[in-house]
């Protein structure tokens, strides 16, 4: 029986998550939870499921799957598609996929969540906390804050996926990201 505190963790592809739910499988049993409707084409986000599928089997934690509602982030975003990259549409992006997670968390009873998003060189540990401990607070539950880019967090993520053969994006998710950064 695992007597460690449960956490969940928001998951947004699978070389990122083999670094970090290792990470924090030292002190926490991990969920992991893949709700990403940000990730476009549709094939793309089926790709990256699977391949963090692969990632949960290896370090053997549970991963549950949110719906796929690419419309309605379509809708949400629509207005900052222009922004560049790190400008308010990923801010939206962010607290949108927060969001759903505190809520999922709050429905699991599992008083503590996460995300990984904070490993990558793109995104920011201070927006991502904020944005976290928001979420948290609506829906009652604790955010782990971090930054898990620290410690050379990421180099080490591209190397652990690079031994186990994963598929690695060249873009963030959206069809917006797919242009030149
Ligand atoms: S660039 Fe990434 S974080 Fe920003 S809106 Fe697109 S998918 Fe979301």
Redesign the pocket.
Known sequence: MNDKAKILAHLCCAPDALYVVGLLQADYEVVGYFYNP?IHPESEYLLRLEETRKVAQHLGFQLLKGPYEADYWFKL?EKFKSEP?RGR??HI??AWRLDKTAEKARQLNIPLFTTIMSISPWKSAAVLNKIGRMAGEKYKVEYLEADFKKKDGFKKSVLLSRQLGLYRQDY???L??LRPR
Do not use: L, P, Q
């Open positions: 940000n975003t990259e549409r990923c992006c962010y963030c998710g959206c917006y990201s």
